[in-house]
């Protein structure tokens, strides 16, 4: 699988129905090839046009609020938070390959 899918996967867009290719690309671009921080950058992109329209609205006895925006956020921010406490490479183990065991 490849980044660009990935970061499709982790946002739910797996139609490629929100972001193009191309546009997925753009995020890991700007996010220096971290999936995660690519699919926070996404999130908060889809959050903030969905910011656009209305949040909550009241018609009589029936009230409707949009959380998804909120949902989103929180989603980016947790991949961010994921994303800052992995470790850059893995815990060093030692090479006992070609070492002889002496009994």
């Given at each position: ?28 671009d700007m996010a ?29 006895d029936y009230a ?40």
């Amino acid at each position: 699988m490849t980044d660009v899918e990935l970061v499709q996967l982790k946002i739910g867009d797996t139609g490629a129905t929100k972001f193009t290719a191309a546009q997925i690309q753009a995020f890991l671009d700007m996010a220096d090839g971290s999936v995660l921080e690519a699919s926070a950058l996404a999130l908060e992109s889809r959050a903030a046009s969905l910011s656009e329209g209305m949040s909550s609205e009241k018609i009589g006895d029936y009230a409707y609020t949009m959380k998804k925006v909120d949902d989103l956020l929180a989603l980016a921010a947790r991949y961010r938070e994921t994303d800052a406490n992995t470790p850059e490479i893995g815990i060093a183990e030692p090479d006992l390959i070609g070492v002889t065991e002496y009994v």
